[in-house]
Structures are given as C-alpha cells and as structure tokens.
C-alpha cells in the first residue's frame, strides 16, 4: 500500500507497508535523467532524494553544452549539477563523452580550417576534451557514459560519422583508455539504444569482443530501454542479459521510459507519416485508467525480468524524474505524455505501485 505524505508542502512517496522507497527496494542502484534545473526547482527535491540514489545529467554534460565551439567552455551549469547532486549525496552519472552522431557533436571538433581534420587531430581533441572534462570532476563523478550511440542501425557495424570516417573504430577504444587514464577508479560505460535487439545486439558483442581483445576498460554496457507500451522486447532484452552475463560484462538500464502514445511510425516508410503523427495528442486531459493499468503490467514484467539478473544489472535509472518533465512530451512531436513511475504532481502512478510489488516479491523470496 503506498501513501504520499505532505510534509511542509513536500510530497514523500513510501510504501507503507514495507516502509521503503524505489532505492532502497531497489537490488540494484536506483537512477533518474534530471533536467539540467534541478538545483533550481526544490519542489523536486524530495521526490528525487526519496526515491533515487543515482542521477543523470539530462543535457548540460553533453559535448555540445560544454564545448560548443574551439574557444569555448561551459561548466557552469554542469559544475552545479554536481554541487547539488553531493549536496543531497546522489551519486552523478557522467553523460556523454562522445556522442558518435555528427548532429550530436559541435561541428569544430570534425574541422581543421575547411577541410576535415586528420585523424591525429581528432583524435588528439577528444583527449584533451576527455581529460579536461573526467578530470574536473574526479572525486566528484564516479561513472561515465563514454561512447554513446556508435551502432549502427543498418547494414553497416558502425555508424558512420566524421569519428569513423577520420578515425575508423579506434575512437572508440581510444575513448575508453583516455576516460581510464583520466580517472583510473571510474566505472566506464558503453550506451547505446536498440541494442537489446537481435542484430544490433550481435554488433554490440561484436564491438564488446574487439574491445576485449585490445584491452580496453569498458566495464558496463548501457541499454537506454527507451520503449513503448505493447511493444517492450522482452525476450530479445533477456537474450541479452543472458550474453552479458556470459562474458561477465555488466548492464546499465540508463534511459528508462515506457512511452503511452507509441511513435514508431514517425521513422517508417521514408518519414511519410510525419504531419498527421504530429496532431496525435490523445491523452492531453490525462492518461485513461485503463493505459496506466496496461503500462504497470508492463512496467511489471520488465521487473520481474530484471529481478532474474541482479549479478548482471548494476543500475536502473529512469529518464526524468515524472512525467511533466520527460523528453517524451516533446520528442518527437509535442504530445502530452505519460511515461513514467510519477505522474506530472510527483504522486506515484499504478505503475509505480507494480513496481514496487516486484521488487517487494525480490525481497520475500
Ligand atoms: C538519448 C541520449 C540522451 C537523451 C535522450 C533524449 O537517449 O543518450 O542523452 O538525449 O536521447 O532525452
């Protein structure tokens, strides 16, 4: 049974029953995405520090917002994100290193002049930018997100950006030992999406394999488990848990989200869908019981399937903190949504509570 008590105008979310919270129900590190203005927004603090141990910056430590351009740096957000984050003692998850997308990375990075950059050149950037970065805040972040989205969704292993194309795959390993050298006790990551699925998961052993065999210090392999309601892979989610365990490399589930109004469609058929997607906005009054019921039974099985693997996964972070804030309401068209364990008051939802059960049911067994 959940209760949510007002105290000084602050909601706290417990179970009352077994009087404990997602974290500390959790076997595993309990971790949220949060807007960038969260030392900014109080109302927040108590949900957040009640029900997670572990956050994410959602933007404000991305290449793009640190190192916009050659003669730029911007910490200043970053810096009170983590001030704020061991004020409250949360543990931060450093997001991203390198994003091997061109639109994800400031275009300096990829330029000498007018032409492109050799490899060296590069290559030598985002060593500086690594151990510019990892070292500010060593102490401060213990985990990192190194390389995010380097699979590709093709035919091809890779995706192909100005990384590939001046460096070939050794970025991705080079990016690894530079975050290793940097802070040698920090936990390193590899994030990427779809990669529990059949085909992008075998180039992600793939790519885990060559990284092996080169001695590279990848510790964790994150799966963002961005999903839709009535289209969670389950199977092909255990499948890979089964192949993580078996090479004794640890998952991170690092950006999760059940999405109520599914948007597929939206890359299908060469974009044809697009402008008549784009007027879908069916819950705008709020979710239907009959959704939110839907999306804790599946919220639910996802439990109960992570609970088989707590020696594989290491963190379940969701991506933002309730619904009101989720990059889902805007991505990718503005809709109304409702993705995730709280809805837009804080206040826990149905899925919330099934959650809860399940990892109650961990606890009992
Ligand atoms: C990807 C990135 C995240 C974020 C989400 C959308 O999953 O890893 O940083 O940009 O897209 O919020």
């Known amino acids: 049974m959940l209760r949510a008590f007002c ?8 179970d009352v029953v077994s009087g404990q919270s997602l974290r500390q129900a959790s076997p595993w590190a309990a971790g949220v995405g949060l807007a960038d203005r969260i030392p900014d927004n109080p109302a927040d603090w108590s949900l957040l520090t009640t029900q997670f141990s572990h956050v994410t910056p959602e933007n404000c430590m991305k290449p793009a917002a640190l190192r916009p351009s050659a003669e730029v ?67 401060k972040i213990s985990t990192w997100d190194v390389v995010n989205e380097a699979l590709d969704d093709g035919k091809a292993e890779l995706r192909e950006s100005g990384w590939m194309r001046a460096a070939g795959e050794d970025f991705i390993a080079l990016a690894f030992e530079y975050a ?11 994030n990427d999406y779809n990669n529990e699925l059949d085909g992008k998961r075998e180039k992600m052993l793939g790519l885990l394999a060559r990284l092996k065999a ?38 991170v589930v690092s950006e999760l989200d059940i999405d109520v109004i599914p948007r597929g469609r939206w890359w299908a058929d060469g974009n ?18 009959d959704v939110l019921a839907r999306q804790a039974e599946q919220y639910a ?40 364990l709280f809805d837009r008051q804080g206040k826990p939802k149905p899925a919330y509570e099934a959650v809860m059960r399940e990892l109650g049911a961990a606890k009992a067994r």
């Open 301 to 340: 099985r996802l439990f109960r399937l992570f609970r088989q693997y707590p020696d594989v996964i290491a963190r379940v972070s969701f991506w933002n903190l309730h619904d009101g804030q989720s990059w889902l309401n805007k991505f990718p068209w503005p809709r109304v949504n409702h993705p995730l």
């Open 214 to 251: 080169r001695n590279a210090p990848v510790h964790a392999v994150g799966l963002q488990g961005h999903y839709e309601i009535d289209r969670v892979p389950y199977e092909q989610l255990e499948k890979t848990l089964l192949a993580l365990r078996a090479i004794g490399v640890k998952a």
């Open 73 to 139: 740096w911007r910490f200043e957000q970053a810096d009170r994100f983590v001030d704020f984050a061991s004020a409250k003692d949360l543990k931060v998850v450093g997001h991203c290193l390198v994003w091997a997308k061109d639109d994800r990375t400031p275009a300096w990075f990829y330029m000498d002049g007018a032409v492109p950059a050799k490899k060296e050149v590069l290559l030598a950037r985002m060593k500086a930018y690594i151990d510019t970065v990892v070292g500010r805040y060593k102490g």
């Open 180 to 190: 290793h050298a940097a802070d040698p006790s920090a936990q390193l990551i590899y």
């Open 272 to 289: 044809k869908h697009r402008a008549e997607m784009a007027k879908i906005n069916p819950y705008a009054d709020g979710c239907p019981p």
């Open 7 to 14: 105290l000084f105008g602050l909601i706290l979310v417990t």
